[in-house]
């Protein structure tokens, strides 16, 4: 038996209905479509823009950068600070393009909002260096303060890191001014400053990509708690040391003044019986007065110069035998009637060898120490000794001259 006509009249009617209703879900469909359409195509059009205003400004970003590094690197030394090592970056075109455009961000004016496009890490020796550049840079700088931060303090007990201090910098009004630096009056800079064990961890963070303690698994959780304290232990025993070797100098400079030198022979109380006693500024003077020229290191390499040669002047005193200050000052005094002569003789025969020797006070005092010990020197001892000077012959000539 057939359907009725009243069942007919009633699948007619839901079967338009059904027809209606999904003609409204194409709709529907069909307007957010489009509606994502056009908001795709509004996004990538200000994509585009962004991409070509930043293409064109990079350049001067460029400039601000490698500009920013060395007046860093200037500031630094003046006040006497030296750190490991300073890293410099621009952001390229598809960093910037790729967090302009990352989830979670919405930038009004990328260009103006985002503050890392010009980065620089300055890696420091210990956390108290840290502190000190971070006061020299808030000095130097104006400081963004809404957008810097120092990531340590503000770790939580559940996170692992060992994280730096980030200042977002402009140019100070009187710098700014300057026609050298008008073009980057604009621009904003990172800087980031962490000590060269931070910077190993982060390193080596960036492998894991753990971030809390509830992402890591449970195997794992202690023994990268235990690296990370022994990281944060290592800088600040570092920091002790450092201050531990400070202390050390001073209490050898107290003992010199007072003329106690019998105590050990180190870099430490060499430097601190040289500042004493201007010992070495005293023979370069004569050195100088025999003909030897007068030596002016280049800007910020005197320190390095007189490092590097005291520690050859150590190795010098160890070679023959000598052990103490108060020996180190026995030396000097056997041969101080002598010495001028012997500087002499050295500049002579210098000049028949087309040189002419520089007055570098360890160098020169390091002379006189071979000629005061040279019973206990042979041609082979010597010639190791001062193998990459340029005086070894010389040198050579006065100490064991021909019969």
């Not at 500031?75 to 989830?103: C, H, W, Y």
Request: aromatic share 8%; net charge negative.
């Amino acid at each position: 038996m057939g359907p009725t006509k009243r069942q007919s009249s009633d699948r007619e009617q839901l079967a338009k209905k059904r027809a209606a209703r999904i003609a409204a879900l194409r709709s529907s469909l069909e307007n957010e479509r489009e509606s994502y359409d056009s908001t795709l195509a509004i996004e990538t059009e200000l994509i585009d823009t962004w991409r070509e205003q930043y293409q064109e400004l990079r350049p001067t970003c460029q400039e601000f950068t490698y500009k920013l590094r060395q007046l860093l690197s200037d500031i630094l030394r003046n006040r006497g600070l030296e750190p490991s090592q300073i890293e410099m970056r621009t952001k390229t075109v598809e960093s910037f393009v790729e967090k302009a455009r990352r989830d979670g961000k919405r930038y009004c004016d990328p260009i103006k909002d985002i503050t890392d496009l010009i980065g620089l890490r300055i890696i420091a020796y210990d956390k108290e260096e840290v502190d000190s550049i971070g006061d020299l840079i808030e000095e130097e700088f104006t400081i963004d303060y809404d957008h810097s931060a120092d990531k340590s303090r503000t770790l939580e007990l559940d996170r692992f890191g060992y994280l730096s201090i980030h200042y977002v910098v402009r140019l100070k009004d009187e710098r700014a001014k300057l026609t050298e630096w008008q073009a980057f009056a604009p621009l904003r800079a990172e800087i980031q400053i962490r000590t060269v064990l931070q910077h190993a961890w982060a390193a080596i963070d960036h492998r894991f990509r753990y971030k809390t303690t509830t992402e890591i698994p449970t195997h794992l959780r202690r023994k990268l708690f235990r690296l990370s304290a022994l990281l944060e232990l290592a800088d600040e025993e570092f920091l002790n040391l450092k201050r531990l070797k400070e202390q050390a100098a001073r209490d050898y400079a107290t003992q010199v003044e007072a003329g106690e030198l019998d105590m050990e022979l180190n870099l430490t109380s060499l430097a601190a019986y040289f500042s004493q006693t201007k010992e070495h500024e005293y023979w370069a003077k004569v050195s100088r007065s025999v003909g030897f020229k007068a030596y002016s290191p280049p800007s910020g390499l005197d320190e390095e110069v007189q490092d590097i040669s005291r520690r050859r002047l150590l190795q010098i005193l160890r070679a023959m035998e000598i052990t103490s200050l108060e020996e180190v000052a026995d030396s000097l005094e056997r041969i101080h009637d002598e010495g001028k002569d012997v500087l002499a003789k050295v500049c002579e025969s210098a000049g028949n060898h087309g040189l002419t020797p520089l007055a570098i006070p360890y160098v020169v005092v390091g002379i006189l120490i071979l000629y005061a010990c040279k019973e206990n020197l042979t041609k082979s001892l010597l010639r190791e000794l001062i193998a990459k000077s340029p005086l070894i012959k010389p040198i050579e000539e006065v100490l064991f001259p021909k019969k």
